[in-house]
């Protein structure tokens, strides 16, 4: 997969490009990552990029000539005039950009975005950007959060991080499974958030980790990991648990949990469970 970041400020996101994960996965050619300089494309003598928004208003916008130039030169297609054939989805290059007005990102976009070979990500400065180039150039406009930052550097570097991970073989498929927000692994058909997750020493200072966690009873373990996850997300993110698609297991566990606080004893039938003492 190949990530083009379009940015007046392009050493904001160089480091992250240039470090760990990211750059091993470049040079084991799963990815390939440009960053361009918007003000490159800007062709007056003092490379002007921002001009003041028509109608009044507060601050700058992005002029549309700079940007448009540098996405053609990403690659990114202009959307036909009106009245022209649209080309056949999926035959435009994905460019997005991130913007507080656009669509919440979540996890099942990073993993649709994940799917495409190439995609352009466009980062706004000042107030924003020239409507007509969003209207010509961006298939996409997301947004991080329900809260502004004061560029799109950083929405930028959440949606390339969160996105690339998921490219097949950058990071190992078992711990993509486990994680929050994983909603195709078995009893987790919905999306849970992740159970806490403990290492040695098993008693650190006054605080032990959870017996059932030691004790070798792999469906145990499942099951109270289940739990955990159920209780978190019920705690944290409730709507989560109203989505369609839970499985009975996770709805008795919730009924379970919210009637009674739980019945969090370890199911001991298994008589092979095992205390290795850890
Ligand atoms: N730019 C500024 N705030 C943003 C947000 N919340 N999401 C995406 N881009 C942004």
């Known amino acids: 997969m190949k990530i083009t970041v379009l940015s007046l400020f392009p050493e904001i996101l160089r480091g992250f490009f240039e470090s760990s994960i990211m750059a091993k996965a470049v040079e084991r050619g799963l990815m390939s ?3 361009v300089n918007i003000r490159d494309y800007a062709i007056d003598k003092h490379r002007k990029c921002d001009d003041e928004v028509f109608g009044g208003g507060a601050g700058m916008l992005m002029l549309p000539g700079p940007l448009s130039r540098a996405l053609e030169a990403a690659g990114s297609s202009p959307c ?3 009245g022209e054939a649209s080309p056949e989805p999926g035959a435009r290059k994905r460019t997005v950009f991130v913007t507080p007005s656009g669509r919440l990102f979540n996890q099942a976009m990073a ?5 495409e070979a190439e995609l352009v990500i466009v980062c706004g400065r000042y107030e924003g950007v020239d409507q007509r180039v969003i209207d010509r150039y961006v298939t996409d406009e997301v947004s991080i959060g329900d809260y502004v930052l004061s560029s799109g550097e950083i929405a930028a570097l959440v949606l390339v991080d969160a996105v690339y991970r998921l490219v097949p073989g950058v990071i190992s498929g ?3 499974l486990e994680e929050s927000f994983a909603a195709s692994g078995g009893a987790r058909a919905a999306a849970l958030l992740e159970y806490p997750q403990y290492t040695r020493p098993a008693l650190y ?3 032990r980790v959870p017996e059932v966690l030691t004790s070798g009873h792999h469906a ?3 099951r109270w990991r289940l739990r955990e996850s159920v209780r978190k997300t019920l705690a944290y993110r409730p709507e989560l648990l109203a989505a369609e698609g839970l499985s009975s297991e ?4 919730l009924r379970e949990i919210i009637t009674e606080g739980g019945n969090d004893e370890p199911n001991t039938e298994d008589p092979g469970a095992a205390n ?3």
Request: aromatic content about 4%.
């Open 174 to 176: 078992e711990s993509l």
């Open 111 to 115: 993993a649709e975005f994940s799917r």
């Open 205 to 207: 200072d006054t605080l």
């Open 80 to 82: 036909p005039p009106a």
């Open 33 to 35: 990552c440009e960053l």
């Open 220 to 222: 145990n373990i499942v």
């Open 250 to 253: 996770v709805r008795k566990l």
């Open 276 to 278: 290795d003492g850890r």
